[in-house]
Structure formats: structure tokens, C-alpha cells
């Protein structure tokens, strides 16, 4: 009886932990930016970008111009999560609403319907060598509205879109190298949404960084991008940014 106590006092002990250190990274997000030098790029998506805010300031100052920001830590592509509510398709709408005027969008979404519910007891069976259908299911679900996204954007006027897809994770306190099998699929049905979304774009890219990323250049969380990781990953959006501007 004793050890059952113990057990169930160590679990509680580390749900507290989870709960709290996840519901800190929802907060942590460099203040948005709303009005800049070029209003008409505006850069969306989760705490890849959010948490330090590094690529995109490798990005402006690449340009020498400043760019709208929106993106917010712990985002789900669509819908809410018990961290935030500001999803990325939320954050287009604030951007819309603040200066419907968008040309350019650099964005990502999509990897938090994996990570965050894996980070809570794994429902949907992600930390998996063999991919498991629910999974699978998950990241399906992310596509259609990825394309849904992507169409609504088209339907707005938006002509250029800049997806930056996801590396793999490194074992840390909210990652395992379990879920790259999961990310490998994300990233080839978030491509696939890039190419198949049938609104009127002029240009559409997809960039996955799995093969630019190394473990030096996540923090020790496994996930988010160090200097050096942000660096490469604005090192590889510049090019594709570059002629836009």
C-alpha cells in the first residue's frame, strides 16, 4: 500500500510539473509586432518561432526593414488547446483585421495536435517507432485544415506563402526522439497541403529543415531552436523571402 502511495504521489508530482512548465511556455512569447516597415509580410505560427523570436530577427535584419509578427507560443494550427487560443488561423485574423493589406506570409503550424497531447499521456500514440492510424489521424486532420488555411489565404488576396515545416526532436524535458517518425509524417502532409491547396496563389513553398537541424542547436527541451538553430532555419527561409521583398 505504502509503495502504491508513493507511486501515485510521484505521478502527481510530474502531471504538476508537465501542466505547469506547459502552461509557462504558452506565456512565454516576444511581444507581437503590429505595425511595421512592411505591413504586407506578416509572419504567423507557433513557439518555434514565438519562444525567442530569433528567426524572425535574423529575418528583418537580413532585409534591413521590419515585418508583422503574430506568432504565439504553444499554438494548434486550428481550434484551442488548454494553453492558448491563439491559433495560427486566430492569428491571420488578427493580422487581417489589423491591415487586410497581406502580400507575404511565413508561417508554420501544425506540430502542437502532436507534441502537446503526447506531452499528456499520449492518446493519440505518437511516441512510436511504427506510426500508429491515430496518429496518422491526427496529422490528417491538421492537413485539411492546413488546406483550408491555405485556400482562405488565396481567397484574401495573399500571393506568397512561405511554409517552414518541422526538424526532428531531441530527447529533453518535453521531447523524445520517439516522435520523429511522427514529424517526418507531419512534414510530408504539411508539404502535401502546400502543394494541393487550390486557391490562387503566385508562389507556394514548403521547407523542411530536418536535414539542416542538429541536437546542438535545440535548448534543452528538445524542441525549441537554439541561436544557432534559429539561425540556420531564417538562413533557410532567406532565400525563398529574399526576391519577395
Not at 511565413?106 to 493519440?124: H, S, T, W, Y
Not at 518541422?166 to 512534414?187: M, Q
Not at 514548403?206 to 524542441?223: A, E, K, L, R, W
Request: hydrophobic letters at 40%; glycine letters at 6%; a positive charge.
Amino acid at each position: 500500500m505504502k509503495r502504491f502511495k508513493a507511486s501515485l504521489s510521484v505521478r502527481v508530482v510530474v502531471i504538476v510539473l508537465v501542466l505547469a512548465v506547459s502552461s509557462a511556455c504558452g506565456l512565454i512569447t516576444k511581444p507581437w509586432i503590429r505595425s511595421a516597415t512592411m505591413n504586407d509580410v506578416v509572419n504567423i505560427g507557433d513557439s518555434i518561432f514565438a519562444l525567442s523570436g530569433k528567426i524572425h530577427d535574423n529575418l528583418t535584419a537580413k532585409a534591413g526593414k521590419s515585418f508583422r509578427n503574430y506568432c504565439f507560443s504553444g499554438a494548434y494550427l486550428s481550434g484551442t488547446s488548454m494553453i492558448t487560443s491563439n491559433s495560427v488561423v486566430v492569428q491571420y485574423g488578427i493580422a487581417k483585421s489589423d491591415n487586410s493589406n497581406i502580400k507575404t506570409i511565413i508561417m508554420d503550424g501544425g506540430g502542437n495536435e502532436v507534441l502537446i497531447p503526447a506531452n499528456f499521456f499520449d492518446p493519440d500514440h505518437c511516441k512510436s517507432s511504427t506510426l500508429t492510424s491515430s496518429c496518422k489521424a491526427v496529422i490528417d486532420d491538421a492537413y485539411v485544415d492546413a488546406v483550408d488555411l491555405l485556400n482562405q489565404m488565396g481567397r484574401d488576396g495573399v500571393k506568397n506563402i512561405i511554409w517552414q515545416g518541422y526538424y526532428h526532436v531531441k530527447n529533453g524535458l518535453f521531447a523524445s526522439t520517439s516522435l520523429n517518425p511522427a514529424v517526418d509524417y507531419g512534414n510530408t502532409r504539411l508539404s502535401q497541403a502546400v502543394t494541393n491547396a487550390t486557391a490562387v496563389n503566385n508562389y507556394r513553398v514548403f521547407i523542411n529543415p530536418v536535414s539542416s537541424i542538429v541536437n546542438s542547436d535545440i535548448i534543452i527541451d528538445g524542441v525549441h531552436p537554439s541561436t544557432s538553430g534559429s539561425t540556420k532555419l531564417a538562413n533557410l527561409i532567406w532565400p525563398k523571402l529574399q526576391p519577395l521583398l
